[in-house]
């Protein structure tokens, strides 16, 4: 019995036998069955879950395998009405409907993109569009000096505009000084204070005239105009505002020390 199942075993097996071409190729049978072609093996059967799904949500195959919520709006070319807000509308409600329409369709790439895209626009537009108009502004008032009278002009052209950085040291200098004559106000006048400004004034005016002497008559004249503007001014100012322990005197210095500040900052 043992020798005749190893005689089995030992056999070799039959050659498969063709049984016709198809487009899969030659088709062999081991035995009596056929095994199926490749497209037969696991057919695939899905359904798609997405909510208003186009065809850019359908796979290589034509099966659908996007289960996020799609904005219905994400092609719509306008980006107010993408985003579903007036074009007067402020930023931050901009940025509102943004918000919410992100967290509405989040998972869905191509309506983040959208979203995202839109309010981009938007901002980037709302940008554009308030460079220009100071644009516009700073040409309006270029052609309004212009067009001004000729003494008008020479007044101006006394003038200048420095750089911010220029501007923003000069006002922490003279503010130090205003704060430092309100805190020894109780001690004495401020005399002290108001001779280092005006040796600063004249320093920072011979800087960019060039000239000691113009620079030296410019500083005293701006801290005498100043002192005269600021005697007519204070007595107008209701006393209920003013702390009991500010006198006239030191009133009248804060008002100089503005017109200190104007003079060595924007005269030419």
Not at 103 to 119: D, K, L
Not at 201 to 207: E, G, S, V
Not at 229 to 236: A, E, I
Request: glycine share 8%; aromatic share 12%.
């Amino acid at each position: 019995m043992q020798a005749t199942a190893a005689s089995f075993l030992a056999r070799p097996l039959p050659w498969p036998r063709r049984i016709g071409r198809s487009t899969y190729g030659a088709v062999a049978v081991h035995g009596g069955v056929s095994p199926l072609p490749p497209r037969l093996r696991g057919v695939r059967c899905s359904m798609s879950l997405s909510i208003g799904a186009g065809s850019s949500d359908i796979g290589d195959n034509g099966f659908s395998y996007q289960y996020a919520p799609v904005f219905r709006r994400y092609r719509e070319r306008d980006p107010y009405k993408l985003l579903g807000v007036d074009r007067d509308a402020s930023e931050e409600e901009i940025r509102s409907a943004k918000d919410f329409l992100v967290q509405q369709y989040a998972g869905h790439e191509a309506s983040e993109e959208a979203i995202e895209g839109a309010y981009e626009k938007i901002i980037m537009k709302s940008y554009q569009h308030r460079k220009k108009t100071k644009i516009n502004l700073k040409t309006k008032l270029l052609k309004r000096v212009e067009e001004s009278p000729s003494w008008v002009k020479a007044f101006l052209g006394y003038f200048e505009v420095p750089s911010m950085d220029i501007i923003s040291k000069r006002l922490f200098f003279f503010a130090f000084i205003a704060g430092w004559s309100i805190a020894t106000s109780a001690e004495n006048g401020p005399a002290f204070q108001l001779a280092i400004s005006l040796f600063s004034c004249i320093y920072f005016l011979n800087d960019k005239m060039k000239n000691l002497l113009r620079a030296s008559t410019t500083g005293f004249g701006v801290l005498v105009g100043g002192w005269i503007v600021g005697s007519m001014l204070v007595p107008l100012i209701p006393t209920f505002i003013i702390p009991p322990t500010w006198s006239l005197e030191l009133l009248t210095s804060l008002v100089a020390y503005v017109f200190l500040f104007l003079g060595s900052t924007y005269l030419k």
